[in-house]
């Protein structure tokens, strides 16, 4: 598997809860807790949002959020502001080789 | 705690670049150091990754048998030496470091430099 799907675009109104999908397989995302989320401005350098899953790292708000069930991850943005606007990318562990698989990349638009 | 990556520039195809990325308040070694790349437009791609303090060395599929990954513990930096380059190496390469040290997992990556852009171009 050359990346994780995600879905192109994503949108929503300030204040309104978005979720963000990220497939993979069972080698990857499904066989694994090791799901991390990234949020990227253009022109800037990805930003750890989720790792663990679960976890967030200290200074990001906890309007991100993380989950997974079979083999799609997802992350949920709660009560969507304007600054969240940017490509968000989903990465998991894989069991084979490459040891990273990155997703496809969301681009979340703030209408 | 950062890293910056040096190194990048214009190449013609075939031709060879070495990419640095340099640690600064952490051992380099210590973590299971690893390149990212995304390409003008695209998405984030692994490109290597140091394993167990650099006994052992990953390569993404497209990379591999032409880079080169190596740990310098005096410049405390690791090295991605990057030969008979391609249009499609084309990219910002991202120099990560993960979130815990030595991790058997892959938890995510809490620390990235502001990348460095290689270009190749006849």
């Known amino acids: 598997q050359s990346a994780l799907t995600q879905p192109r675009s994503v949108s929503g109104s300030p204040g309104q809860s978005v979720t963000l999908s990220c497939t993979g397989t069972?080698?990857?995302?499904?066989?694994?807790?090791?799901v991390s989320w990234y949020q990227q401005i253009p022109g800037k350098a990805p930003r750890l949002l989720i790792f663990?899953?679960?976890q967030r790292p200290s200074g990001v708000p906890d309007r991100f959020s993380g989950s997974k069930s079979g083999d799609t991850a997802s992350l949920t943005i709660s009560g969507l502001q304007v600054e969240d606007e940017a490509d968000y990318y989903c990465?998991?562990?894989?069991?084979?080789?490459?040891?990273?698989?990155f997703g496809t990349g969301t681009k979340v638009t703030v209408l | 705690v950062q890293v910056v990556e040096s190194g990048g520039g214009l190449v013609k195809p075939g031709g060879s670049l070495r990419l640095s990325c340099s640690a600064s308040?952490?051992?380099?070694?210590?973590?299971?150091m690893t390149w990212v790349r995304q390409a003008p437009g695209q998405g984030l791609e692994f490109v290597s990754t140091?394993?167990?303090?650099?006994?052992?060395?990953y390569y993404a599929a497209s990379v591999g048998g032409r880079f080169t990954l190596s740990v310098d513990d005096a410049e405390n930096s690791i090295h991605l030496q990057m030969n008979s380059l391609r249009g499609e190496d084309t990219a910002m390469y991202y120099c990560?470091?993960?979130?815990?040290?030595?991790?058997?997992?892959?938890?995510?990556?809490?620390?990235w430099g502001q990348g460095t852009m290689v270009t190749v171009s006849s």
């Open positions: 663990d899953l679960t």
């Open positions: 069972s080698t990857d995302v499904g066989g694994y807790d090791y």
């Open positions: 308040g952490f051992t380099s070694r210590d973590y299971h």
């Open positions: 990560a470091r993960p979130v815990f040290s030595n991790q058997a997992g892959r938890s995510g990556f809490d620390v």
């Open positions: 990465c998991s562990y894989s069991g084979i080789r490459p040891f990273d698989i």
């Open positions: 140091m394993i167990n303090g650099g006994a052992s060395f």
